[in-house]
């Protein structure tokens, strides 16, 4: 079995370029791929960061990117750390059979990654729903991943998102003066991320749902000083647990997911024997 570093640089999800470097490793027996995945990669500072693991792990990049100057600097740095770079669109199984040195073989057996895929997908939303807004706790420790974040962080939606690229997401809701599940603190496999927001924002975004399901709006739900005493207190609770934290302030679910994405590929890499 070789070993295929494969690298995906994209500047949004990077869903597209992961989806055709998994099905054009499939065709090649006797490969295993190691993903490094780089998302929303949208400055050189950024994309910096990724060469700098592309030349500690050689192996073969795929991007998509639009901006010109960072497809050049990208580019660039490959040659010269001596590793080839394709952008999606171009001729990926002829680019990796060069690569690799192997022949492409069209099997029926290639495909079963992709359907163990699917199924993966379908158990990671079944879990995902069981374990939505707090419930299921004690198989909290059998989750990818757990979002822990006051009201309206987008905590289901994003799960759900991760859900279907095959994640198991769990999501806990932060409540003042209500305990956390006290599994949550004790976990060992997930990834556990903070989801925080601006007070300002959130105060209109839960008056506008209150709106909405007709509810009364004087209510420490929409309180300035209580929604933002909420959210200092949610920030307090991962620095001190040391949970990495994403403000969704500006960002789209999709966004949001690709950093948790992100995060849970570098950890898998950190635990991966070198």
């Known amino acids: 079995m070789s070993l295929l570093h494969m690298h995906i640089i994209s500047d949004s999800t990077g869903e597209t370029a992961e989806t055709v470097a998994r099905a054009a490793v499939a065709q090649f027996e006797h490969i295993e791929m190691r993903e490094h995945l780089w998302t929303m990669v949208r400055t050189a500072e950024a994309l910096d960061e990724a060469l700098g693991n592309i030349r500690a792990h050689p192996g073969f990049v795929m991007y998509t990117m639009v901006d010109e100057s960072l497809r050049d600097r990208l580019e660039t740095g490959c040659r010269k750390a001596g590793v080839p770079c394709l952008a999606v669109l171009d001729p990926i199984l002829a680019a990796l059979a060069a690569y690799l040195g192997a022949e492409t073989k069209a099997r029926p057996g290639g495909q079963h990654v992709m359907d163990a895929e699917y199924f993966g997908r379908i158990e990671a939303i079944q879990f995902t729903l069981a374990h939505d807004d707090g419930q299921s706790s004690r198989s909290l420790d059998q989750a990818d ?112 997911a690709a950093s948790v994405i992100q995060l849970l590929s570098r950890r898998r890499e950190e635990h991966m024997p070198s």
């Open 145 to 256: 991943v757990v979002l822990v974040g006051v009201s309206r962080t987008s905590k289901t939606p994003t799960c759900i998102y991760l859900a279907n690229r095959g994640i198991k997401a769990a999501n806990i809701p932060f409540v003042p003066d209500c305990p956390l599940p006290p599994e949550l603190l004790s976990l060992k496999n997930p990834l556990i991320v903070g989801l925080t927001k601006d007070p300002k924002r959130l105060v209109q975004i839960r008056r506008n749902r209150l709106l909405l399901l007709d509810k009364d709006q004087d209510s420490d739900y929409v309180d300035p000083t209580k929604v933002a005493r909420e959210v200092s207190e949610a920030r307090k609770l991962f620095d001190a647990q040391s949970w990495p934290v994403i403000d969704v302030t500006r960002r789209s679910i999709e966004e949001t």
